[in-house]
């Protein structure tokens, strides 16, 4: 199976983003690739404007506008994007919450996920805006079940592993990590634990930092700090980007998976274990 990573720094308009993505999904789906994975936040980046007034559901312009070009080119995408929810009011303030939703489509796929991990944490309340999700999702692509998480997911071994008893060897994780110092080097750390505590591949793709020239390694909010990276079942990094734009094409053997999980069984063993 080929995967591409593209790592983009997205705009504040959901459509002027489509059209930016449309040419580098092109391009990998002519490297081979036909699991095309963008980041978190796709449609609109964070730190652009409300996310309400461009939130939609998915039979959306941005969504069939991916499903258009994945039916086009025979791949599936998965790509961040927004969704409405509910009202929530704050210190007597009414906020429009949307679903923090990473779209799936091709394939025969055209549904969500919905963030179920809001980055409730550092002095900042995600939830306030962006309404969790409840449910663990997963698709098929090419005979392989393939998980789904978002960035602050990343955080909680739980729900990977979870992912990997419904039979996924693969989780993709669209991500607009926050920049700062240490943040990078926690985003690695993490990537490998995740895919060595389940026994997965990790293909997570990354917002490019903005001012990467500049400014990488400074706090930036969460509006990407690259480094997509694509990790295998025995903690491997099998490619890693650097701050800026960038795409990895990667081939994968999902087998892997597989004997990884029979060599250690930690599900088995954690299905036993006296710890409850």
């Known amino acids: 199976m080929k995967i591409a990573l593209l790592q983009i720094a997205a705009g504040g308009d959901k459509m002027e983003n489509l059209s ?9 789906a002519a490297q081979g690739a036909t699991l095309i994975v963008l980041p ?6 964070f730190g652009q404007g409300r996310l309400d007034t461009q939130a939609e559901e ?14 086009e080119l025979r791949v599936t995408i998965v790509a961040g994007m927004f969704r409405p929810a509910d009202t929530n009011t704050v210190d007597d303030k009414q906020y429009n919450r949307v679903y923090n939703t990473a779209l799936i489509t091709g394939g025969g796929a055209h549904k969500g996920y919905d963030k179920i991990h809001t980055y409730d944490a550092f002095n900042y309340k995600e939830s306030d805006t962006v ?21 602050f997911d990343i955080r909680f071994p739980e729900q990977f592993q979870a992912l990997a008893q419904r039979g996924a ?15 990078v080097e926690q ?7 995740r895919a060595l505590d389940a026994g997965v591949f990790v293909a997570a793709a990354g917002q490019a930092r ?9 706090p930036s909010g969460p509006t ?24 990895l094409v990667v081939e994968i053997d999902p087998a892997d998976a597989t004997e990884a999980r029979k060599e250690l069984p930690l599900a088995e063993i954690r299905e036993h274990s006296a710890i409850r």
């Open 210 to 218: 903005p001012d990467f020239e500049t400014k990488a390694g400074e």
């Open 187 to 193: 985003w690695r750390i993490l990537t490998v634990a």
């Open 169 to 183: 060897k693969v989780v993709v994780v669209p991500t607009s990590w926050a920049d700062g110092p240490g943040k």
């Open 58 to 71: 998915l039979d959306g312009p941005f969504a069939t506008g991916l499903k258009k070009l994945s039916d």
């Open 40 to 45: 978190e936040a796709t449609s609109q980046a």
């Open 20 to 28: 930016a993505i449309e040419p580098r999904i092109r391009d990998a």
């Open 224 to 247: 990407g700090a690259g480094h997509s990276v694509v990790v295998g079942p025995t903690g491997q990094r099998l490619a890693e980007a650097g701050y800026g734009p960038e795409t």
């Open 131 to 151: 309404r969790p999700g409840d449910k663990l999702v997963t698709f098929e692509h090419d005979g392989v079940t393939v998980g789904v998480a978002t960035c």
